[in-house]
């Protein structure tokens, strides 16, 4: 009997612990981790009286050589299918502004110059994003779960498109969803070709499967492909438009930021991109303390 | 392929007795084997729970020691090594059961053992004959990965299930005999044993016929060197790894030291003709399913998917559990009917078909333990790193222990996975052909029709490959 | 160095069927302990067969003084190359799936038995001394008596209202 009375009792013992720790665990603590997910690298983005322009002059402009860059290693996206496959390994990032615009460009050596859109063809890529919070919560695995994003993508068809490089063959290959008469082997009747304004497209993602064009479309860009490598400008207001779905990139403050490049030769596409880690964006303002700019 | 032969290559009957060196012997029979390996585990886990209670619902998983070490590091270590290789050498070292099994026999070190028994504390009671199988602990590790979105993002959530498991134990070893919580109910404890069958390494009798002579078996009803099999086996006469949880006890208690540690070619067990039970075939399918489920959901670009698992809304929830639950228990089954039905139709033999589904069951093992070791390549290359974080700075308190609390997520060689997991699927389509055409034979008595009959079996698994391919690599 | 039976001669055969009666009790007593706290019902089974090979033993060392009066023989079951009527419970997973009973029990005695009378019987074919080629037999027949009361209580378990299918 007294076995039984002290066995009882333990069991209760344990399931009352139990249920303790479990309550507190859920609903009284919560701990976020002071240094999760620094980023390692800082792209200083320093305060230049100029602007380029979206031009092959504006791409090789000398004021480029004033800005400091970054070589960023890129790894294949392996966080939902389909993966990326290690197809381009290292891109170079600059970036500066005028009080005005912020200008990046992107860098990054590709073999072949794809800006068509077929069937099995893909279109060369790079993109820009941007968290919609300053202080990001970290990437957590498996769930995928972000603050939100705003992404500049950038896409040699759609630049094709908008700055008439081989115009007319990119109008005829490129795919429609209106009607599609399934013996032709591509679309015959382009109803609803809605003009582009931009090579660039401003997104907005909240997590996996959420990529959505923003209402204002307010990012230019244009890219250039000159043996065997890819130089991509990419400028837009500083000011935000006050939308919740942009990114804000206040003077003098610091935003995570990280880049993305497809190339289309090797099957890149959606998904299937190499990234970069975060990067510290480091906005300098006019009065930047010294050294702070150029290199 | 020839008879008797894994792959046509090594002998079925080969064994390397690795106890055959005095000094692993002498290891595996002292009775600091296993209780520091487990010690140092309980330490572990003491810390995996601390982080999981102080972590709470919110903190990012991927910077929680608990969730890193459990469902990162462990869950990655079992699937690729543990297992496959060590059998059930998880169990070994396990501390979940620690505190239920220190209750029961009184003693932490040493042996208990009066007038002629070991006895033991508690109620001693048996495990209800209908629950002596793997049906719960199917379900209730079914019923786990209904939380899997929680458990690997949300410490509290990992807390809760471990101290759950602790809990459960404790109250198990109360109330039953031995290891009964290990036995039918520990979520984790089926699939190991299982999968166990085609590990690399046994615990097995040397002689039978000492055993036979033998008039005293210490190895089951215990003596003053050890426990008797806490695993409720009889240790010189089981023929699978199934429910060995290899804690060594029967090496300590033999008095001939008759009981070894073997080497031996991998899914040998797989083809012991006896015992096999439809609650261990429908392990088999489950694993293959979840694995399924759980990389269409965690590393598949269906958001909305992400979003059910997570419990965003409710109903959402409640639609992954419905989907997930019929897919394992109805859908998969049910394929896999089909093509059994197709195998006892083509094999043209009277055998039931029970017979023929279970049978063919054991088929799906190797390949479902590739498709696991594939996914968990695709968890532990791309967010191993972050283990270096949660080493220094385990309760996320801004400590900096080892130096690596800012070390940065890097992925490691996930440009090698794609083809690292398509490696790994097809050795285990290899051996999963291997197994079904031996299983053909033992389920259909005339050859031929035992070729005919392996043919849909072939044709399913063939079938599995292709879909997990696409799912991983596409 | 272990010895072949029927290389001894009939008083050490006799002290050595002795002995196999002595250790096979002593295994059933072991195995009534394995499932005493499991399945009484089994234990007690176990039990009786225990009794049951004593009482085998009792005969044969009756035979023994009979015929060969106070002549002592230091041999055993150990010292003989053969495992002669060694019961074993060879289900290694039993308890875990619950499933053993009373039949299985007895099965494994009259197997013993059987096995033990085939090897008599072949030992007698075997050898070319006609009193060992007797005594063989004679062991054989005494197997064959205690198969058939396995074969009986198998039958009455089977009868049973209890009795597990």
Request: proline share 6%; charged share 20%.
């Amino acid at each position: 009997m007294r076995r039984t009375i002290i066995i009882v009792g333990l069991i209760g013992l344990v399931v009352s612990l139990f249920l303790v720790g479990s309550y507190y665990a859920l609903f009284r603590y919560r701990t976020f981790p002071p240094a999760a997910d620094q980023p390692m690298e800082t792209l200083d983005v320093p305060y230049l009286e100029r602007s380029v322009e979206l031009s092959e002059r504006g791409a090789e402009d000398p004021i480029w050589q004033r800005v400091p860059s970054k070589t960023l290693p890129l790894a294949p996206q392996v966080t939902a299918i389909p993966w990326g496959r290690a197809s381009v390994p290292e891109v170079t990032v600059a970036a500066f502004h005028n009080g005005e615009r912020i200008f990046f460009r992107l860098q990054w050596r590709d073999p072949t110059e794809d800006h068509q859109l077929g069937r099995d063809v893909f279109s060369d890529a790079c993109a820009v994003m941007l968290p919609l919070v300053e202080h990001p919560q970290p990437n957590t695995i498996m769930m995928g779960f972000l603050e939100g994003a705003n992404i500049w993508a950038w896409k040699a068809a759609r630049d094709a498109q908008v700055w008439g490089g081989d115009s007319a063959r990119v109008q005829s290959e490129r795919p429609y969803a209106d009607y599609y008469y399934p013996f032709e082997p591509r679309e015959v009747f382009p109803i609803t070709n809605e003009p582009i304004p931009s090579a660039v497209e401003d997104l907005v993602a909240r997590g996996v499967g959420t990529l959505t064009p923003r209402a204002h479309q307010r990012v230019q860009g244009r890219g250039f492909w000159k043996k065997g490598m890819w130089t991509v400008i990419l400028t837009r207001a500083l000011a935000a438009d006050g939308a919740a779905d942009e990114a804000a990139l206040p003077i003098g403050g610091t935003r995570a930021v990280a880049f993305a490049v497809w190339d289309g030769a090797k099957g890149d596409r959606g998904a299937r991109k190499s990234i970069t880690g975060w990067v510290r964006l480091r906005v300098w303002p006019a009065e930047a303390p010294a050294g702070a700019s150029g290199r | 392929m020839r008879e008797g032969y894994v792959l046509g290559l090594i002998p079925e009957t080969w064994r390397f007795e690795l106890t055959r060196f005095p000094w692993v012997r002498r290891l595996l029979k002292s009775r600091w084997m296993p209780l520091a390996l487990i010690l140092f585990n309980v330490f572990l886990f003491t810390v995996i729970l601390m982080a999981g209670f102080f972590g709470g619902l919110t903190s990012p998983g991927n910077y929680n020691f608990g969730i890193m070490i459990v469902w990162i590091l462990w869950w990655v270590l079992l699937m690729t090594v543990l297992v496959p290789v060590l059998s059930r050498f998880w169990c070994t070292m396990c501390p979940l059961p620690f505190l239920g099994e220190w209750l029961q026999r009184l003693r932490l070190f040493s042996v208990r053992y009066e007038r002629g028994r070991n006895p033991y504390f508690g109620l001693n009671k048996r495990w209800p004959r209908s629950l002596s199988n793997m049906w719960l602990m199917n379900i209730l590790f079914l019923a786990t990965t209904f939380a899997s979105g929680f458990f690997t993002v949300r410490p509290a959530a990992t807390f809760v299930l471990l101290a759950a498991i602790i809990a459960l134990s404790v109250v198990l070893s109360l109330i039953y005999r031995a290891r009964t919580f290990c036995l039918y109910v520990c979520p984790v404890s089926g699939f190991q044993g299982l999968y166990s069958n085609f590990a690399l390494t046994e615990v097995r009798v040397k002689d039978p016929e000492i055993c036979a002579r033998h008039k005293q078996k210490g190895c089951v009803v215990g003596n003053e060197r050890g426990y008797g099999c806490p695993w409720l086996l009889l240790p010189y006469a089981f023929r699978r790894n199934t429910y060995c949880g290899m804690c060594f006890e029967c090496l300590k208690t033999c008095e001939y030291d008759n009981m070894a540690v073997n080497l031996r070619p991998p899914g040998v067990d797989l083809l012991v003709d006896e015992k096999r039970g439809l609650d261990e075939a429908y392990k088999a399918l489950i694993m293959l399913g979840i694995a399924i489920v759980f990389f269409v959901t965690f590393q598949g670009p269906w958001g909305t998917l992400k979003d059910w698992a997570n419990a965003a809304t409710l109903s959402g929830y409640l639609t992954f559990i419905g989907l997930h639950a019929s897919w394992n228990l109805l859908v998969l089954p049910a394929i896999f009917l089909l093509f059994v039905w197709g195998a006892r139709r083509a094999a043209r033999q009277s055998v039931p078909l029970k017979k023929v589904y279970v049978n063919f069951s054991y088929a799906t093992v190797p390949l479902g333990l590739a498709a696991w070791i594939a996914f968990s390549l695709g968890i532990i290359l791309p967010n191993g790193s972050y283990l270096l974080h949660v080493l220094s700075d385990p309760f996320a308190w801004g400590w900096n222990l080892f130096g690596t609390a800012h070390f940065p997520w890097t992925p490691v060689l996930t440009g090698l996975m794609p083809y690292l997991m398509i490696l790994t699927l097809l050795i285990g389509l290899l051996f999963s052909i291997d197994i079904a055409l031996k299983i053909a034979r033992q389920t259909f008595a005339e050859p031929e029709a035992a070729v005919r009959g392996a043919f849909p079996i072939l044709g399913f698994l063939g079938a599995t490959t292709l879909g997990l391919l696409w799912l991983f690599v596409g | 160095m272990k010895r072949s039976l029927a290389e001894l001669s009939p008083p050490e055969v006799l002290k050595v069927a002795i002995w196999i009666e002595e250790r096979n009790a002593r295994i059933y007593e072991n195995y009534a302990e394995m499932f005493e706290w499991y399945e009484p019902d089994v234990a007690r089974t176990f039990r009786e067969m225990a009794r049951e090979e004593r009482e085998h033993g009792r005969r044969l060392n009756a035979m023994y003084a009979e015929r060969y009066g106070e002549a002592t023989c230091d041999l055993t079951d150990e010292d003989i190359r053969e495992l002669v009527e060694a019961p074993i419970f060879e289900d290694g997973e039993a308890f875990v799936y619950d499933r053993v009973r009373r039949r299985q029990a007895l099965e494994v005695g009259l197997l013993a038995e059987r096995r033990a009378r085939a090897f008599y019987m072949e030992s007698a074919e075997r050898v070319e001394e006609a009193a060992l080629r007797a005594l063989f037999r004679e062991l054989a027949e005494i197997e064959a008596e205690h198969e058939a009361f396995f074969v009986r209580k198998l039958a009455e378990d089977r009868a049973a209202p209890s009795a597990e299918s």
